[in-house]
């Protein structure tokens, strides 16, 4: 059944999949690395905003992230 652990579980998939993409590797081959939005002068699209926001959450959340998932990985081993 679908509930409050399940979209938490969602949410820290997603924020974990966001942490880990590689700038170099892979967002630039995609033309999604930060300086692309910068060098074009493009800081209003869509585009520039999700770069901007992928960007804040690999800086933003890669402590908290730690964190999140050293707690959630205690938990699931204590219901086993």
Do not use: C, Q
């Not at 924020?15 to 999604?32: S, T």
């Not at 992928?54 to 081993?77: D, G, W, Y």
């Amino acid at each position: 059944m679908f509930g409050f652990g399940t979209l938490l579980y969602v949410i820290i998939l997603l924020l974990n999949a966001v942490a880990i993409l590689n700038e170099e590797r892979f967002l630039a081959r995609i033309g999604w690395a930060r300086n692309s939005a910068e060098l074009y002068g493009d800081t209003e699209s869509v585009k520039a905003k999700l770069i901007n926001l992928i960007s804040a959450v690999r800086t933003l959340m890669r402590i908290p992230l730690i964190i999140v998932n050293v707690v959630h990985a205690v938990k699931e081993m204590d219901e086993l």
